[in-house]
């Protein structure tokens, strides 16, 4: 007879404890934590199983607040806003918009810190950089993640911000600075390749700050989803008081193109 230990083994958790009238989460009592911990906090405790504080939660908040939102034409909010007139409820309008997030619409920061992290390995100097920057875009394209922005142009507002948050955690002590320094070399040399500047993006930031709090690559990416996760609720409910019903992506006096014979 197993005593049921085969069922309470089935599932395995670090995370939650938990019986009638008490529930610890990572070990500590849920009411000690309710009033006295953050939310941004909250979420770095039961992810990573580790406090968060001072400096280094300063800038895990920024990077979560910085990427909440940006607009009705981006594909996640869309969908969101299109979910909300179809008579869905507000779950699953948010659900929708969050299904919209993969490689290219929401992996960009996943993959700049891995950019980051391949740069860094590959040693100091200009030329190690540029051999690291050329197997990246053997791999994966030339698109580098992280640098450019189809509509903020010159710059993106948010990245300035957060570099800069990124600088005063430094003279701080909070962290090290590497995958700043290594970022902004990638921004130098592209300026230089392409003789004009192409300066880092939400994406490259964020990417920065979790990389710099020791985020593996993956939780770049999830951390996004969070994040963004805001902004979809946002859209989803203003949507929901607006009306509407069956809304596409365009006007409906709008036609697509045919190209059958």
């Not at 299904?99 to 390995?121: F, I, T």
């Not at 090290?176 to 130098?188: K, M, P």
Request: charged share 20%; glycine share 14%; with cysteine.
């Amino acid at each position: 007879m197993s005593g049921g230990k085969d069922v309470a083994d089935w599932w395995r958790t670090e995370i939650i404890d938990m019986e009638p009238g008490r529930i610890h989460l990572r070990g500590r009592p849920v009411q000690d934590l309710i009033g006295t911990t953050g939310f941004a906090p909250m979420i770095w405790l039961m992810v990573t199983g580790q406090t968060i504080e001072g400096p280094r939660a300063d800038l895990f908040e920024a990077a979560l607040v910085a990427a909440v939102d940006h607009g009705p034409q981006a594909p996640s909010i869309a969908a969101a806003r299109m979910a909300a007139t179809c008579g869905v409820g507000l779950q699953s309008a948010m659900a929708t918009g969050l299904n919209m997030l993969g490689d290219v619409h929401g992996g960009a920061g996943e993959q700049a810190v891995m950019l980051y992290d391949a740069a860094l390995a590959a040693g100091p100097g200009d030329a190690a950089l540029g051999d690291a920057l050329d197997r990246w875009r053997a791999d994966h394209g030339r698109y580098l993640p992280g640098f450019g922005h189809r509509f903020h142009k010159p710059v993106d507002p948010r990245a300035p911000r957060l570099l800069a948050l990124v600088d005063a955690a430094v003279e701080a002590g909070a962290v090290a600075g590497a995958h700043a320094r290594i970022a902004r070399a990638i921004e130098a040399h592209l300026a230089a390749e392409r003789g004009a500047p192409v300066p880092m993006n939400i994406d490259g930031a964020t990417a920065v700050i979790y990389a710099e709090l020791g985020c593996p690559a993956p939780l770049a990416r999830g951390f996004f989803g969070l994040s963004r996760s805001v902004g979809i609720l946002a859209h989803s409910w203003e949507q929901m008081q607006q009306g509407g019903r069956n809304k596409g992506p365009t006007p409906p006096h709008y036609r697509w193109t045919y190209d059958g014979d």
